[in-house]
């Protein structure tokens, strides 16, 4: 009785840590961010932002210097605007990346 008990235990404990791995796989947390936010102050709290950023062609942000000065000032918004890049094109690939942009 009791090989079958701790058995069972074992079968039952093998099941709930496969079910909880693939529960944990499917999670994903969205990150809501808005886009009048100032880059500094978005890569500070995100630092993937930077990438999803330098991926959409704003290659300045990679630089240090331009984050620390122009980057406090400059926001996704004004971003896409001086480098005639779309809101929508930008949106899609936050979306992406699990973050969606506000305006607000």
Do not use: Q, W
Request: hydrophobic share 40%.
């Amino acid at each position: 009785m009791r090989i079958i008990s701790i058995s069972f235990a074992i079968l039952l404990a093998n099941c709930y840590n496969n079910c909880v791995r693939t529960y944990k796989k499917e999670v994903i947390i969205i990150k809501t961010i808005n886009i009048n936010t100032s880059i500094h102050d978005l890569v500070k709290s995100y630092p993937e932002i930077k990438d999803i950023m330098k991926n959409l062609g704003f290659d300045n942000i990679v630089n240090p210097v331009m984050l620390n000065t122009v980057g406090r000032i400059m926001t996704i918004k004004k971003g896409s605007e001086m480098k005639n890049i779309s809101l929508d094109k930008i949106k899609e690939a936050f979306l992406e990346n699990n973050f969606i942009l506000e305006d607000n």
